[in-house]
T-cell receptor
């Protein structure tokens, strides 16, 4: 099956700092990628997505970067807030069929 | 409001019993999915369905069964053959893009 992994299982940042969460994916043919945020005991929530024909996409306070050469995906959160504390997952998809998820990174925002 | 509803939120089961988790969506999505999540781990695909009356096994289908008789419903049965069923179960739907998730069902085997 597919393999999507994250480099850092836990990331602690100070409130107001920028956060960067990284993800490596294994299938070079994957053409769609999503970042999800999951709070404890809840279902994942969509943050931002990017297709393989792009290398950067920006949302509100979030930016996703895609480096297809090294099969790497990152999520940047600007001015991190306590409400950003959660587990973040990246997911890869091929032909809008099955999505494969990484193991997640826990983001801890210190006040 | 449109969304995905999973029930029950918490479920306790004795060993040897089958249980069925409900998933209903009113988003008019064609595709529906079931994922399992264990503590500190990512989501693993159990089953998915891209159209009514059709479904495919995911990566960990053993011990589970599903049906897709209606577009809006995709129930998951955890059978007694599933050796380690205690987990958080997530249902999702999609219409060709992002996955929309329900709030999950936490199953505990006593």
């Amino acid at each position: 099956g597919e393999s999507v992994g994250l480099h850092l299982p836990t990331l602690s940042v100070q409130e107001g700092d920028n956060s960067i969460i990284n993800c490596a994916y294994s299938n070079s043919a994957s053409d769609y990628f999503i970042w999800y945020k999951q709070e404890s005991g809840k279902g994942p929530q969509f943050i931002i997505d990017i297709r393989s024909n792009m290398d950067k996409r920006q949302g509100q306070r979030v930016t996703v970067l895609l480096n297809k050469t090294v099969k790497h995906l990152s999520l940047q959160i600007a001015a991190t807030q306590p409400g950003d504390s959660a587990v973040y997952f990246c997911a890869e998809n091929l032909n809008f069929n099955k999505f494969y998820f990484g193991s997640g990174t826990k983001l801890n925002v210190k006040p | 409001d449109g969304g995905i509803t999973q029930s029950p939120k918490y479920l306790f089961r004795k060993e040897g019993q089958n249980v069925t988790l409900s998933c209903e969506q009113n988003l008019n999505h064609d595709a529906m999915y079931w994922y399992r999540q264990d503590p500190g781990q990512g989501l693993r695909l159990i089953y998915y369905s891209q159209i009514v009356n059709d479904f495919q096994k995911g990566d960990i289908a053993e011990g589970y069964s599903v049906s897709r008789e209606k577009k809006e419903s995709f129930p998951l049965t955890v059978t007694s053959a599933q050796k380690n069923p205690t987990a958080f179960y997530l249902c999702a739907s999609s219409n060709g893009g992002e996955l929309f998730f329900g709030e999950g069902s936490r199953l505990t085997v006593l």
